[in-house]
């Protein structure tokens, strides 16, 4: 993404989340869909570089960590829905989190990997 102003390292993307994913999130933590805890999640396919970056714009705006998770159709076991119907997502030392809100990022069949609705 390109530099919108010299001094904003988080460029574009600092822009995007700012008006398009977290208005989204504050609308659902106001209508009670937003669990109080839980991890933050980028879910992506490929483009791991591009990913990461609105996985920093987030984690710098919100001050958390976020959970960047690859997930590709050879590995479908990259997350999950519990038994509550809560989405989680596993991470490299096999620990799966719940996960607050997420961001999908997915270029291929975004349909195989995470429903549009749950």
């Known amino acids: 993404m390109p530099l919108l102003q010299d001094h904003d390292e988080l460029g574009a993307y600092r822009s ?9 999130m504050n609308e659902q933590i106001k209508a009670g869909k937003v669990l109080k805890d839980g991890v933050l999640a980028v879910l992506y396919d490929k483009n791991e570089m591009e990913t990461s970056g609105y996985a920093a714009a987030i984690a710098e705006i919100l001050d958390e960590d976020v959970f960047l998770v ?14 509550n119907n809560v989405l989680q997502v ?8 719940k996960v607050r809100i997420a961001f999908r990022f997915i270029y291929e069949k975004p349909w195989r990997f995470v429903p549009l609705l749950r």
């Open 16 to 24: 995007l989340v700012e008006h398009t994913f977290l208005p989204f």
């Open 90 to 97: 596993k991470t490299e030392d096999g620990q799966w989190h």
């Open 70 to 83: 690859e997930c590709i159709e050879e590995d479908e076991q990259c997350f999950r829905y519990d038994e």
